[in-house]
C-alpha cells in the first residue's frame, strides 16, 4: 500500500523559512517522479514543483522559482520541499503526491503552513 | 482565478446522472489527452478517479466516467450515491511553464 506521510509544517513568519518533508513507503520510491501540491484554505489545488526520479530535473510554479527548492533522498524513500522567503500567500495546506507518466496518483494527509507575523 | 474552469456547484438526486464540465485552453486540455480528476471530500487529501481523460485507476466504480471534446473535459456519475456528495478538481498538464494546471473546484451536492 502505498502511504506519503508529510511532516514540518507550521506557523512562520513572513520572510521566515521552513523545511517540509515527505516519508514515502509502499512503492519503488527512486522509479517515480514526485511533485507538491498546495491548498489554501478554502481555495483550490495548486501545483508547486516536482522532480525527477533521480533528481536531476525540478520544476517549479512561476510563484515560488527562486524562493522554494524541492529535492529527495531516495537512499532514505523521502522528498523534501525548502521554503524560503515565504509569503502570507503562502499559507496552505501541502500534498506530497507520486507522479506516473502525466497523473498526479497517490496523495500524502499533508501538513499545514500558515505564514503569518 | 483557477487556469481551468468548472462550475461552483451542481447538485442532482439519488440515482440520477450528473456532469461537471472543466473548460481549459488549446495549451492544455485542448493539446493533450491529460485531463484528470480528483475527489476530495472535507479536510482529507484528493483521490484520482478519472484520469487520460476517461481512464478509471484500479478500485474506482464505473459510475465514474471522463471525456473531452475540444477544450472541455467532462466527468460524469451516474447512479448517485450519498457518498459521492464531495468537492471535485480537474486538473491537466500544460505546455505552459506551470506543468499542471487545475479547476477552481466544484462542490457535489446529493439531494
Known amino acids: 500500500e502505498v502511504q506519503l506521510v508529510e511532516s514540518g509544517g507550521g506557523l512562520v513568519q513572513p520572510g521566515g523559512s521552513l523545511r517540509l518533508s515527505c516519508a514515502a513507503s509502499g512503492f519503488t520510491f527512486s522509479s517515480y517522479w514526485m511533485t507538491w501540491v498546495r491548498q489554501a484554505p478554502g481555495k483550490g489545488l495548486e501545483w508547486v514543483a516536482n522532480i525527477q526520479p533521480d533528481g536531476s530535473e525540478e520544476y517549479y510554479v512561476d510563484s515560488v522559482k527562486g524562493r522554494f527548492t524541492i529535492s529527495r533522498d531516495n537512499a532514505k524513500n523521502s522528498l523534501f520541499l525548502q521554503m524560503n522567503s515565504l509569503r502570507a500567500e503562502d499559507t496552505a495546506v501541502y500534498y506530497c503526491?507520486?507522479?506516473?507518466?502525466?497523473?498526479?496518483?497517490?496523495w500524502g494527509q499533508g501538513t499545514l503552513v500558515t505564514v503569518s507575523s | 482565478q483557477s487556469a481551468l474552469t468548472q462550475p461552483a456547484s451542481v447538485s442532482g438526486s439519488p440515482g440520477q446522472s450528473i456532469t461537471i464540465s472543466c473548460t481549459g485552453t488549446?495549451?492544455?486540455?485542448?493539446?493533450?489527452?491529460?485531463v484528470s480528476w480528483y475527489q476530495q471530500h472535507p479536510g482529507k487529501a484528493p483521490k484520482l478517479m478519472i484520469y487520460d481523460v476517461s481512464n478509471r485507476p484500479s478500485g474506482v466504480s464505473n459510475r465514474f466516467s471522463g471525456s473531452k471534446s475540444g477544450n472541455t473535459a467532462s466527468l460524469t456519475i451516474s447512479g448517485l450515491q450519498a457518498e459521492d456528495e464531495s468537492d471535485y478538481y480537474c486538473?491537466?498538464?500544460?505546455?505552459?511553464?506551470?506543468?499542471?494546471?487545475f479547476g477552481g473546484g466544484t462542490k457535489l451536492t446529493v439531494l
Open positions: 488549446s495549451s492544455d486540455v485542448g493539446a493533450y489527452n491529460y
Open positions: 486538473s491537466s498538464y500544460t505546455s505552459s511553464s506551470t506543468l499542471w494546471v
Open positions: 503526491a507520486t507522479q506516473s507518466n502525466y497523473r498526479i496518483d497517490y
